[in-house]
């Protein structure tokens, strides 16, 4: 009996140090090893597009934060600003060959990604500042492009923002969805 006893000490104190490990707050303090810092609650992530042939036309790297029963726009997203359009560092987009938004041809390169949401429409900015945190070095100067695009109400609920590609007929659609609304952002080939 005394050996089963010890044994179940041993794999409860197993198991709860093992819990305690994965459930931590801070970074790990082992001085024998790296510190690795636990889950971003907004995790990075990544939408590609491929054109013909498999290439890379466009990325968007951007953190996605969750609604987590919040009042996402009008409330932590504030209308009428502007916006990292994400979490974290601001949301980049790489162009990998030259494409169009609103009629106007940007060049191949990485852009940081900004937006000011309203009620029923977005403005979308192309901007040359890029590697920054949030939208707090937001200079209008460095904007490349601005486009307004609709507002459109989405069929299920968003929990965590979401970005997409889709082809279209004259190149791609950029979807950016959150709560309970998405908007569409047409890049087009060069004619």
Known sequence: MKKYFIM????????????YAQDTTETLKDNDGPNFSKLDVSPMDVALFRGENNEPMARVLYS??????????????????????GANEATEITLYQDLMVANKTIKKGTYTLFTIPKENEWTIILNNSTNIWGAYDYHVEKDVARITVPVRK????IEALSMSFAESNEGANLFIGWDDRYVQIPFKQPK
């Open 8 to 19: 179940f000490a041993v794999m409860a104190g197993s198991l709860t140090m093992q819990l």
């Open 154 to 157: 989405s069929p299920v609920p």
């Open 64 to 85: 996605r934060p969750q609604t987590r029963d919040r009042e996402v726009f009008g409330k932590l997203v504030p209308f009428g600003e502007v916006w990292r359009t």
